[in-house]
């Protein structure tokens, strides 16, 4: 009796539960309407997305269950829905409901070649899924999963597998069976590491990975022969495999990553496509152009580039290029007859070649800027320069004491010539606007006269030593040429200007400073990055100073108590003093550093 008494709540509690779950299960069936599961027995395909779904269904689980032998329609010749008649479910989606496991009964459907369950609850994927050998497309993307079943590699017919915005921290060995796949994403998600067995899947095309915790990538990366799309932004990546195999390549995003160096992309002659930005770039190789001569859009924002080199304009059919937020002061000017280029960004660059109102302008104004600064042509392998022009001209002038020989594209001068040079006692001469590379060392022979020197628009890289013997020069041009450094200075006292403009000079050569008859320096446009003033004191009679355009990124309140009557500071980095107190003159800008100078 006491045992009876005990089974009975038992029992009870038992059909509680089981009419619990079947007015559940009566739930989830009627948000699937049977004329739905009806159509999908004839076409093979169900779409039960967005229904508000917690499970799947069973009434979809039984889609393809015979009929009961009391189910008296199911045997009428004029019903529709002829359960012999049925074909096998091969697209099943299920987005955008609240599923958060698949049962084990999904085995079923053999047949089944496209699967989408993405923006569920999923935390776990049953092994089952390993039952379905036809999938194609896979599409489990956002959801809660953090692992994947070995059984995955049952499914090598898969050409499409998106796992994106999950919790996955690897991909496993089984992707090694995805043969046939061409489309992976795993983007958003917490990957570290991919397997080097990426490279089984010889078919890939698109690949992405974006948004992970990735520091490397597998060297069998270059395997992927058929890969035309790899994303792998948003990363931890600090050095890059080799990408030379990758012949079909044609979008590459590498944004957002810890680069610091361009990726070797040598073989990828379809790439049209560079997304380089945020990283920590510094230098923009020319061979590395050279290899990338099909790109049509090249994103290097937000990285730490300061020269430009003049192999972009090999790059014949770019379109869109991204330099925003770099350290680039200048651009080669050749660049303004990029024809093809739609958009060149340059914001936030400290630039001095280009004029901010112009940036602001647009592309179209950049260029025809860049056009209008062209140079003359560099011809001098097509056109040598004579050794044998030059006596008559020099006889011509040779009772003026001055010798104007500028434009001439000469590299060398011969002897007879320098004789003639000699004899006339030259005291101003022009060589501007040739084809120099050095002043020759000639000129020492005019220390007794020469007193005006203008080397300006040659190809200077060194200044021969014989300069300084030149004792008596007073203004010596050297502007728009290559130099980096000058010689020993000192015993030209009597020099009051020294023109160094357009050069490459990163600092104020220190042999200036014994310069002590010197009243004018131009140095601007060229890379100086720093003020001396403890060597500019030294100048005691210097009036004029111009560092226009250069990479200075702090003034010293000390150079307010030079005696200067003029000072040039614009175009530069430094955020103080700022332009609206550079435009006021001279003397504001002295007295605004004398202010600042610490008080004792």
Known sequence: ????????????????????????????????????????????QLNLSNRGLEKVPDKVLRLHEPPQSDDTASIDVGNEDQWWDQV?????????????????????????????????????????????????????????????????SSLVNLVLLHLEHNKLTKLGEFIQ??????????????????????????????????????????????????????????????????????????????????????????????????????????????????????????????????????????????????????????????????????????????LRVLRREVVQKGTQAILRHLRSRIAESDSSTKESASKEILPSTVHQQRGSKQLNISGQKLDVISEDTVSTIV???????????????????????????????NVAHNRLTVMCPEISSCVKLKRLILSNNSLVDLPDVQPLSCLMELVLSHNRFRHIPSTIYSLIGLETLIASDNQICDIDVVGLRQLSKLTTLDLQN?????????????????????GNPFRIPRPALLAKGTQSILQYLKDRIPTQ
Not at 134 to 140: A, F, H, M, N
Not at 179 to 188: G, R, T
Not at 337 to 343: E, I, P
Request: charged share 20%; aromatic share 2%.
């Open 1 to 44: 009796a006491v045992e009876t008494t005990l089974r009975v709540p038992v029992l009870e509690m038992r059909r509680s539960l089981r009419k619990w779950a079947d007015k559940d299960h009566s739930v989830q069936d009627r948000s699937v309407p049977d004329a739905l599961l009806r159509q999908a027995r004839k076409s093979g």
């Open 88 to 152: 096998d479910l091969t697209k099943l989606i299920l987005a955008s409901n609240r599923i958060a496991q698949i049962p084990e009964g999904i085995a079923q459907f053999a047949a089944l070649q496209v699967l989408d369950l993405h923006d569920n609850q999923l935390v776990l994927l049953s092994s089952a899924i390993g039952e379905l050998r036809e999938l194609r497309r896979l599409i489990l993307s956002h959801n809660q999963l953090a692992e994947l079943p070995e059984q995955m």
């Open 177 to 350: 069976t995805f043969e046939h796949l061409e489309d992976l994403d795993v983007s958003h998600n917490q990957v570290s590491e991919v397997s080097e067995a990426l490279e089984c899947m010889t078919r890939l095309r698109k690949l992405a990975v974006s948004h992970n915790k990735l520091s490397t990538l597998p060297s069998t990366l270059a395997n992927l022969k058929s890969l035309q799309d790899l994303d792998v932004s948003s990363n931890r990546l600090t050095e890059l495999p080799s990408m030379s195999g990758l012949a079909k390549l044609e979008r590459l995003n590498l944004q957002h990553n810890l680069l610091q160096a361009l990726p070797e992309v040598c073989g990828c002659l379809q790439l049209k496509e560079v997304y380089l930005g945020n990283n920590r770039l510094t230098l923009l190789h020319g061979d590395w152009l050279k290899n990338t001569r099909g790109v049509v859009l090249l994103d290097l924002r937000d990285n730490n580039i300061t020269v430009i080199p003049d192999e972009i304009t090999l790059l014949a059919t770019l379109e869109r290029f991204d330099l925003s937020n770099n350290d680039i002061s200048s651009l080669p000017f050749e660049m303004g007859n990029m024809s093809s280029l739609k958009s060149i960004v340059l914001d936030g660059n400290p």
């Open 423 to 453: 004899q006339s006692s030259v005291e101003t001469m022009d060589l501007s606007r040739n084809c120099f590379t050095s002043i020759p060392s000639w000129i020492s022979l005019l220390h007794g006269t020469l007193g005006d020197l």
């Open 550 to 570: 250069n990479d200075i990124h702090q003034v010293p309140p000390e150079l307010g108590l030079l005696p200067l009557r003029s000072l040039q500071l614009s």
